[in-house]
């Protein structure tokens, strides 16, 4: 189950690598990656309330969640300020980090909504024997804007190709090896632990979304962004009717 786990982890990180790929043979226009942005961001909205949040309600007690919730989203603010002080701020427009030692920023940066949504995936999975298809489909989608836009300033940065990739690649690799532990070590705690899980990765990545992703689609794809996210709302709501 846990090489399963793992799996699952690392295919839906893969699109970071994959939104490398597309920044690396194209320049992506601002407004085209403002949608994306958007796109992602409905989806995540959704699935931070219908697969994280009433899942946590589900299979604990309002503390556990509340705490989650809270840890979660200081917890991002926190890495936030740390990613701006290493030289990231900015990293996920497509302005981007322009100094090459924004590296280690960007990978923090990839990390703190990466990790818990596979741990997430690693628990589901240990539960529940499969992926639930709209957060697999969230946290895929969610992933390709930021692989794009953080390309995009490291090719400014200097950052030859297969630096970017290999950079990347630990990210995608971080992200199977917390999906496995979600899968195993956590798999065997109790309703409260796994409630507070699920609601630490929805504090944590409903912050993202206001602080990050949100404000990004609409600077670079105007008025359009709303409806885009809403569509990205309606399409991962529709999904998780058929998990």
Known sequence: ??????????????????????ALVRTVPKRQLGLIMAF????????????LVEEAVGIGGQIPVAVGMTLGAVVFFLGDRLIDGLGGEGMGSVNGPESPGSGLAIVLGAALDGVPESIVLGLTIAVGGETGIAFFAAVFLSNLPEGIAGTAGLQKGGWDKWRIIRLWSIVVIASA?????????????????????????????LTMLADTLIPEAFENAGNLAGLMTTFGFGLAFALSLLD
């Open 177 to 205: 090896i917390a999906s496995f532990v979600g899968a195993t070590l956590l798999s065997g705690g109790q309703g409260d632990l796994h409630a507070f899980i699920l609601a630490f990765a929805g504090g944590a990545i």
């Open 1 to 22: 189950m846990g090489l399963l786990a793992a799996a699952w982890g690392a295919i839906a990180a893969a699109s970071l690598i994959i939104g490398a790929l597309i």
């Open 40 to 51: 992602g961001s409905g989806v995540l909205i959704s699935s931070v309330a219908f697969e």
